[in-house]
């Protein structure tokens, strides 16, 4: 049975297939890869989530935002509801949806501000 893990990455969808091993590989297989609407919200979340870096910023050769991932916490938490609702859809099976980065931003829109990151 293949294993999809929801979790963000940097030039990557949230999307990730793996084989049994838990091994990711770049590849969707073909009920996922060839969803249109699996395809699109993969494509907004990545491209999202790597807003957040900046180059040549802050005196750093590359600097996570990590106020407005804040800003935008209830909008990726939707958006990432949005693909596993999806992946639950079309599943006929073959695969587990795992969603890490889903649980992480449900946990992130507990925050009630930025400073309350470091309180945990």
């Known amino acids: 049975m293949e294993l999809i893990k929801i979790t963000l990455d940097y030039l990557h969808g949230p999307i990730w297939c793996c084989d049994e091993d838990g091994v990711a590989y770049i590849e969707h297989f073909d009920l996922v890869k060839n969803d249109e609407i699996c395809q699109k919200l993969d494509k907004k979340a990545e491209n999202m989530y790597s807003s957040y870096y900046e180059f040549d910023s802050h005196d750093l050769p590359c600097w996570f935002n990590y106020e407005q ?3 935008d916490r ?5 958006l990432l509801q949005k693909i596993v609702d999806r992946l639950n859809e079309i599943n006929d099976g073959s695969y587990v949806v795992k969603p890490f980065a889903l649980d992480e931003y449900n946990e992130l829109c507990l925050k009630e501000n930025f400073e309350d990151l470091n309180n945990k």
């Open 69 to 71: 991932q804040f800003k």
């Open 74 to 78: 209830f909008i990726m938490r939707d």
